[in-house]
């Protein structure tokens, strides 16, 4: 069989943002990391990674609960096909990196006051945002209504 399991998937998959994360947060000020915030492309690849593990799981499943979604229990079920968790944290993946994306966008001047930031929303999703909102006065980003 020559098709690949989700496992090898998941560690190709793993590393595609790596690359973006590198950059970003070792110059964050250089033309190839402006030019990469500028850019859509990674995240058209990564949802289409998504809607591709999405649509995988839900054909080899065999059955989606809809009430899934409605409960602890349910969402962790569904968690149980290596092709839905794969599909879950290639969404991880797009999400965080399209945050960190946000920031570089909203703070083009910040520079190295990212890189902890940047890091945090690699590693952390949601503290790195937070941290990112509570310094943007600090940072000099002017706050838009």
């Not at 809607?51 to 349910?74: C, E, V, Y």
């Not at 999400?95 to 946000?102: E, G, I, M, N, S």
């Not at 590693?123 to 509570?134: D, S």
Request: with cysteine; aromatic share 14%.
């Amino acid at each position: 069989d020559r098709r690949m399991d989700p496992a090898s998937i998941f560690r190709i998959v793993n590393l595609l943002p790596l690359p973006i994360w590198l950059v970003w947060m070792a110059a964050p000020s250089s033309r190839l990391a402006r030019t990469i915030a500028r850019s859509i492309w990674p995240w058209a690849v990564l949802g289409g990674l998504y809607l591709a593990f999405m649509a995988t799981a839900m054909w080899t499943a065999d059955r989606i609960d809809p009430n899934a979604f409605g409960s602890l229990a349910g969402v962790m079920a569904l968690f149980d096909s290596q092709w839905m968790t794969l599909a879950g944290w290639t969404h991880y993946l797009c999400f965080d990196l399209f945050v960190a994306r946000w920031i570089m966008n909203d703070a083009p001047d910040a520079g190295y006051w990212l890189t902890p930031i940047l890091f945090l929303t690699l590693m952390f999703g949601p503290v790195g945002l937070l941290c990112y909102l509570a310094a943007r006065g600090p940072l000099g980003v002017a706050q838009r209504s």
